[in-house]
């Protein structure tokens, strides 16, 4: 590979996805769902112009860890606490029935193997903080109450799916799913999600002791990523997917991170800041590059569009999807406004969605058609649920302010 | 490349590069030289625990079009205008004398072709800023007289050494060195020099207004570096090295620029200030991997340190390369301790002989015993000056003051 010709390779897929991003927000919708189709035209589906070379794989790779390290870096234990019981349910529902309901269509639906079936279940029960927080945070309701169900429910929608990816991806790489691989992979990530974090933490006190001495700039970016690097190695050689490894780091090193015991490790909160403000410039270059990659990966041409397969699968997914996310909010005490409207925030998929069906797509475990049944799934509810909520907002916005201010 | 190995082995680079760097900094020596000694050490030379694969080979040369965007960024036009002739008598003597003593140690000294004297002449001739500037900041002389002109000097060793790297590159890759090949790469250096800036700012005049109505996170981090890379590309189209990209694209950026028409484009320092911020860790990140790189690639086991030749060629290279930077101060009216010290100023090769050497050795030129020579010459004088120039300050320290007052 030649140096010139892997730079021209990079800044297409940079600029195409910052101008398919632009052009998605101009319509209201997601950002990474114009990533995702920059990498669509750019690939085998439309242009063909970009191969995925290695380089810029590992790159993206890169990319995902530090994307899921941004995630947890954004987590707020205490939050968890505060919305309480009310999140759990949301979060709790939301997350088995959409994985029973998947399972259900591939295994009985479809005829497929378990492990597939299994991947297809995990990969609903997704929820994408990103694009909830994002809409949330447009209509000014992210600290309503509703509004801190929905993210209490995200975040914690996001750890049970982390650790049933871990799951899913031992059953996939060892010896297929078994009581016993599964005892162990839990043993492990609990291991590693408890430990994890307080050793990142006891890192992070290194590092900040040297910042506040070394006369060399670019401490920082370096020993942080080396931090993310190192933690999702960790994670792989336990057992569990690299993106626990980033998430955990992540956690530790958030504003909001504070240890079970010991006051001496107590998170600062202009060291934090610090972190995240030389963190995001790399993060924001290398996330891209993993959304584009995906849609590289799929090679719309290789679809036999005329089976009905590919759409009866992804019509009966899509449904399992809405559904299993709309019943939790019924088994709160909420007024009826705000159950529609916590439902329709848990549905888009988004990146975790992605990152899932990625992941079984890469261990040869989803075929084609499969895989490009779930991202359509994954795009449809993550361009649509934004527009929903905006609709419900509007249209309750007068029994909800009630409900607000209650 | 499994994810994983890629990950530790990017870890264990970033890592290693920063204790030495660490280390290094507290020996009072500058970082540079621990960057590459921690290649020396995990590479062949020492553990050979690391081999220099495709992906890290690839992010060092983002890391190094991004130093060079760095120094460009630093760059200040109106400084060169300002120390004057002074500078301009400095750095001409500077740049052309190391070169002739560069060149006649190769050629005629130890009989190596001409291609090959003419790249140990180049590397002689660069100077750099990187370790002056530090060292005068650290002095708080950089806006003494002396500190201007032996910045100002720097900067234009910097730009004519550039343009020399362009040449030998030319040469290297085309057919040999002839004046009609020189001619045209000059005609073409020259041209990107002046269109290349001009365009890159119309493009960040762009960026920028793209800034103040985007609402995605993330537009400087992927542009900016986007332009980096196109550059670095347009420069090799148009047969220049990839560095010379860097340059121009951060000339054309940094808060001082000016362009000679239209005060349209003049520079805005906000925006100026924004990009640093945010290229700042990218810069940070990227750039240790080249210098590691530079160490792997050097197998101290290949060279027969028995051999006379290595001795006595960089004994005769470090005379050149030392004598060649004192003779320019003796040239301009300043007192004699001033000259001793821009003499002393000028000496450090650091990175830019590295780029050099570095280029040389991938393009073939150079063998491993004439790469290991220059490298040993780069690094002791970049080891060594920053001692000596603090030595002469505090021994001139008095009549420097009335001079800087005067």
């Known amino acids: 590979m030649q140096t010139h010709d892997f ?60 994307l899921l390290f941004e995630v947890g870096l954004g987590t707020d234990p205490r939050q968890l606490a505060r919305a309480g019981l009310k999140s759990l349910v949301v979060a709790l529902s939301g997350f ?45 309701r992210q600290h309503a109450p509703e509004g801190q169900i929905i993210l209490g429910a995200a975040i914690l929608d996001d750890v049970m799916g982390v650790v049933l990816l871990a799951l899913l991806y031992e059953f996939s790489i060892g010896g297929g799913v078994t009581l016993g691989n599964a005892g162990k992979v839990i043993i492990f990530v609990v291991a590693f999600f408890f430990l994890a974090p307080m050793a990142a933490k006891l890192m992070s006190t290194i590092i900040k002791h040297i910042n506040s001495t070394t006369e060399i700039p670019g401490l920082i970016p370096t020993t942080i990523v080396s931090l993310v690097l190192f933690f999702a190695w960790l994670a792989h050689s336990m057992g569990a997917p690299e993106l626990l ?73 899509m449904v399992a999807a809405v559904v299993g996310k709309l019943v939790g909010p019924w088994l709160i005490r909420e007024p009826r406004p705000t159950r529609w409207i916590i439902g329709a925030a848990m549905i888009p998929r988004g990146e975790v969605g992605l990152i899932f069906a990625e992941l079984g797509r890469e261990s040869g475990i989803l075929n084609n058609e499969i895989y490009a ?34």
């Open 7 to 66: 730079f021209l390779i990079l800044l297409i897929i940079l600029l195409t996805a910052r101008v398919f991003a632009e052009l998605a927000a101009r319509l209201k919708t997601p950002s990474v769902i114009g990533e995702l189709l920059a990498g669509v035209v750019l690939g085998p589906s439309l242009l063909g112009w970009i191969e995925p070379i290695e380089a810029i794989k590992l790159m993206a790779e890169i990319g995902i860890i530090l």
């Open 96 to 140: 088995s029935l959409p994985f029973l309901l998947g399972f259900s269509v591939g295994y009985w639906g479809f005829d497929l193997s378990l492990l597939v079936s299994l991947f297809i279940g995990g990969t609903l029960t997704a929820t994408s903080i990103g694009v909830t927080a994002r809409v949330l945070t447009d209509l000014k």
């Open 245 to 317: 490894g980033g998430f955990a780091a992540g956690l530790a090193l958030s504003r909001r991170f504070f240890l079970p015991f010991g006051t001496a490790l107590h998170a600062d909160p202009s060291f934090a800041e610090c972190i995240e403000t030389e963190m995001k410039p790399i993060i924001h270059l290398f996330t891209p590059i993993f959304f584009v990659m995906v849609g590289l990966s799929l090679n719309l041409h290789e679809i036999d569009w005329s089976s009905p397969f590919i759409w009866a699968f992804s019509m009966a997914l």
């Open 373 to 406: 049944g779930m991202v359509i799934v994954i795009a449809i509810t993550t361009v649509l649920s934004p527009f929903v909520m905006k609709g419900l907002y509007s249209r309750f916005s007068h029994r909800l302010q009630t409900a607000a201010s209650a």
